[in-house]
């Protein structure tokens, strides 16, 4: 049986993405005010993206782990649970 890469595997996961309530959401100006920026290196699936000094961020591919609420010292996101049916659904592959 073939030994499936992070990619194969996160490409199996089901993503069911609530437009309407982002589930996190950062606040611009703590971000900016953050040297550091710790979870554009830390989240897993590469969802924070540096531009300029400035932190972007999509939550659509958010593997819910709570890496980025446990790095953020300045506090500068908002993290709660999808609402109910949204969100990631693993699959095993």
Not at 19 to 29: S, V, Y
Not at 31 to 47: H, S, W, Y
Not at 63 to 77: A, D, N, Q, S
């Amino acid at each position: 049986m073939k030994r499936l890469s992070i990619e194969e595997r996160l490409g199996t996961d089901k993503f069911l993405v609530d437009d309407e309530l982002p589930h996190i959401t950062l606040d611009k100006n703590i971000c900016n005010t953050c040297a550091d920026k710790p979870c554009v290196k830390a989240c897993p699936a590469g969802l924070y993206v540096l531009q300029g000094n400035e932190v972007s961020f999509d939550y659509v591919g958010c593997l819910e782990c709570g890496t980025c609420r446990v790095v953020c010292i300045p506090k500068g996101l908002k993290w709660e649970y999808p609402r109910s049916t949204f969100g990631i659904e693993y699959r095993f592959g």
